[in-house]
């Protein structure tokens, strides 16, 4: 699984299932997030070194949808807690479930997502509100300042 995290928001605003751990599943995140207008010009990505991240394919998607690359430290766990903090969550309140099938696990993960994690479920890193209201609110912020 590959995600895009807003880290403003905390919102998971892509995300990708796949049999593998090629790049196209870390494109398939990174497009999900742009297509849904999640990201803005020269806005930056956050990666680990992971082969599929540092791809020339990964790359060219990055400067194609005007995204910066920023590549953590080899050896720290800090420069991608974010991600890594999602994935323990993820592995804590649905990882112990057994599906039939892969479609029925990435249903089940991609409904997590989408209706409790950025929804429903609270974040102490952005005041105990929701990835959805900590959104709206710097969306109506900006509006205001408009």
């Given at each position: 699984?590959?995600?895009?995290?807003?880290?403003?928001?905390?919102?998971v605003?892509?995300?990708?299932?796949?049999?593998?751990?090629?790049?196209?599943?870390?494109?398939?995140?990174?497009?999900m997030?742009?297509?849904?207008g999640?990201?803005?010009g020269?806005?930056?990505?956050h990666?680990?070194?992971?082969?599929q991240?540092?791809?020339?394919?990964?790359?060219e998607?990055?400067a194609?949808?005007?995204i910066?690359?920023?590549?953590?430290?080899?050896?720290?766990?800090?420069?991608?807690a974010?991600?890594?903090?999602?994935?323990a969550?993820?592995?804590?309140?649905?990882?112990?479930a057994?599906?039939?099938?892969?479609?029925?696990a990435r249903?089940?993960?991609?409904?997590?997502?989408?209706?409790y994690?950025?929804?429903?479920?609270?974040?102490?890193?952005i005041?105990?509100?929701?990835?959805?209201?900590?959104?709206t609110?710097?969306?109506q912020?900006?509006?205001?300042?408009?």
């Amino acid at each position: 699984m590959a995600t895009v995290i807003d880290l403003c928001t905390r919102e998971v605003v892509g995300w990708s299932m796949a049999e593998h751990m090629r790049t196209q599943l870390v494109v398939d995140a990174i497009r999900m997030a742009h297509a849904g207008g999640h990201t803005a010009g020269n806005a930056i990505f956050h990666t680990d070194r992971g082969s599929q991240y540092t791809s020339r394919q990964f790359r060219e998607i990055l400067a194609e949808l005007d995204i910066r690359q920023s590549t953590g430290r080899t050896g720290s766990c800090f420069d991608n807690a974010a991600a890594e903090s999602f994935f323990a969550v993820l592995k804590a309140e649905i990882g112990t479930a057994v599906w039939e099938t892969r479609a029925a696990a990435r249903q089940d993960v991609f409904r997590w997502i989408a209706e409790y994690y950025n929804r429903e479920r609270l974040h102490s890193t952005i005041g105990y509100i929701t990835p959805h209201q900590a959104r709206t609110r710097f969306h109506q912020r900006l509006d205001l300042a408009a």
